[in-house]
């Protein structure tokens, strides 16, 4: 078992940035490949970005590429979501997901939402025009 918990969400204005956190619980946390993902008032939960448990490996969603950036700290088993030159499309609630993986090149990452297995409460990213 995995709990997550994310942080860092918050009000910001167009341009500026935010760095979210999502602290995992357990003492295998290297094993899992990460993936933050965002859902938007009446819209389906899409993915934002996700990083291979090496961190070795990371991939971005078009609408994110070159403004956010994803990274990982195993030592503290801790995932981040750094994100730059926001836009009001951007406001969402933002979930960190887990998913367990055998993947001995540590270059593995995950793009779908049904293929991780633990998930995150959200925390919410407001951002103003």
């Known amino acids: 078992q995995v709990q997550l918990v994310e942080s860092g969400g918050g009000l910001v204005q167009a341009g500026g940035s935010l760095r979210l956190s999502c602290a995992a619980s357990?003492?295998?946390?290297?094993?899992?490949?990460m993936g933050w993902f965002r859902q938007a008032p009446g819209k389906e939960r899409e993915f934002v970005a996700a990083?291979?448990?090496?961190?070795?490996?990371?991939y971005y969603a078009d609408s994110v590429k070159g403004r956010f950036t994803i990274s990982r700290d195993n030592a503290k088993n801790t995932v981040y979501l750094q994100m730059n030159s926001l836009k009001p499309e951007d406001t969402a609630v933002y979930y960190c997901?887990?998913?367990?993986?055998?993947?001995?090149?540590?270059?593995?990452?995950?793009?779908?939402?049904?293929?991780?297995?633990?998930w995150g409460q959200g925390t919410q990213v407001t951002v103003s025009s």
């Open positions: 997901a887990a998913v367990g993986t055998v993947d001995y090149s540590g270059s593995f990452y995950y793009t779908a939402p049904g293929e991780y297995d633990y």
């Open positions: 357990g003492r295998t946390f290297s094993s899992y490949a």
């Open positions: 990083i291979s448990w090496s961190g070795g490996s990371t």
